[in-house]
């Protein structure tokens, strides 16, 4: 019998933060939804969404609450009900410093080579 392959996962962390998304659709009609990120690891995240973005959109991510800004592709997406729930795949990974401000409840700093 054939061993099957896992795909080793990334260490998924909860949060319940507001998220802006914008992508271009066709004719370059330039688009944002504004959803709630529920899930969020370094390389990819959950997001909840009024209504759902096409198979292998890119996009541009923007949560306040931690100070980041990201671009990733649609690897996924379900409709529940009134929500739609969506998975991304980040182009970059997410520092270290903001994951470990998400584990431990504690407010991101902002990088001191952007201080005056």
Excluded: F
């Excluded at 914008?22 to 990819?44: A, F, P, Q």
């Excluded at 969506?86 to 998400?102: D, F, N, V």
């Amino acid at each position: 019998m054939a061993s099957k392959k896992i795909r080793p996962r990334a260490v998924r962390t909860p949060c319940n933060l507001p998220a802006t998304i914008t992508w271009t659709e066709e004719g370059n009609r330039d688009r944002y939804i504004l959803g709630t990120c529920v899930e969020i690891s370094t390389t990819g995240l959950r997001i909840e969404l009024p209504q759902p973005i096409p198979y292998l959109t890119y996009v541009t991510l923007r949560i306040e609450g931690l100070a980041l800004a990201v671009s990733g592709r649609v690897r996924h997406s379900r409709a529940s009900g009134l929500k739609c729930t969506t998975g991304l795949e980040l182009s970059q990974p997410i520092r270290a410093q903001i994951m470990e401000a998400l584990r431990t409840g504690q407010k991101v700093e902002n990088s001191k080579r952007w201080q005056d």
